[in-house]
């Protein structure tokens, strides 16, 4: 398996609830983003967080990151079926010149 | 604007033979990442290029090879192909500030079979 775990691995959930979705990390980052995948097409960029911020939002996303714990959150608030997608947390290394993804939280929204 | 785009969208090849794929990026983008996704997985870091020099190689066989052009755009080159390379390959396009890359924006990807 890839560094850094999402999870859960699958999310079920009705429309209007929240929607939360973790993933971890083990080497020093400098910043981590996240993406959603509908349909396994091209990755949709979310939320980039850089290691020195503790918290960014963008409209019904807030995205947490504690690097003490090598940890961030994806919060989804009042979800949406059209929300349905998989979520993929990647940790970006400058030195190494790569991102590493997880293997995602899959997440359906039902109507 | 035009997105990152990819070519081919689909490709069917048989075990042995070789591939090329092509990605343009975002005008103005001069990095250009490449990820092998197989189904179920997440996606996994291949090559990043900027300014025409390899900054970072994942974990791949030398079968794998790739270039970017003077008009950054890139190649992904595939020999001897196995069935295991079947996947979803996506190019990522990004700006480069200082040393810190920012977002990543995705093409559609190629969906290679190998058969």
């Known amino acids: 398996s890839q560094q850094g775990e999402e999870d859960p691995q699958a999310l079920s959930i009705q429309e209007g609830e929240n929607a939360t979705m973790n993933c971890s990390y083990k080497t020093s980052i400098n910043n981590l983003q996240w993406y959603r995948q509908n349909s396994g097409r091209g990755l949709v960029h979310l939320i980039l967080?850089?290691?020195?911020?503790r918290e960014k939002h963008s409209g019904r996303l807030r995205v947490t990151l504690d690097t003490s714990k090598k940890s961030s959150s994806l919060l989804i608030t009042a979800s949406r079926a059209a929300d349905t997608a998989s979520y993929f947390c990647a940790k970006v290394q400058v030195d190494a010149g790569k991102s590493t993804f997880g293997d995602g939280t899959t997440l359906t929204v039902k109507p | 604007d035009a997105g990152v785009t990819q070519s081919p969208t689909h490709l069917i090849k048989t075990r042995g033979q070789h591939v090329t794929l092509r990605c343009s990026p975002i005008?103005?983008?001069?990095?250009v990442s490449w990820y092998q996704q197989v189904l179920g997985q997440g996606p996994q870091f291949i090559f990043q290029y900027y300014e025409k020099e390899e900054r970072g190689r994942g974990n791949f066989p030398d079968r794998f090879s790739a270039r970017q052009f003077p008009n950054y755009s890139s190649e992904l080159n595939v020999n001897a192909l196995l069935l295991g390379d079947s996947a979803l390959y996506l190019c990522a396009s990004s700006l480069l500030v200082g040393d810190l890359p920012y977002e990543q924006y995705f093409g559609p990807g190629t969906r290679l079979t190998v058969t």
């Open positions: 967080i850089r290691s020195n911020e």
């Open positions: 005008s103005g983008h001069k990095s």
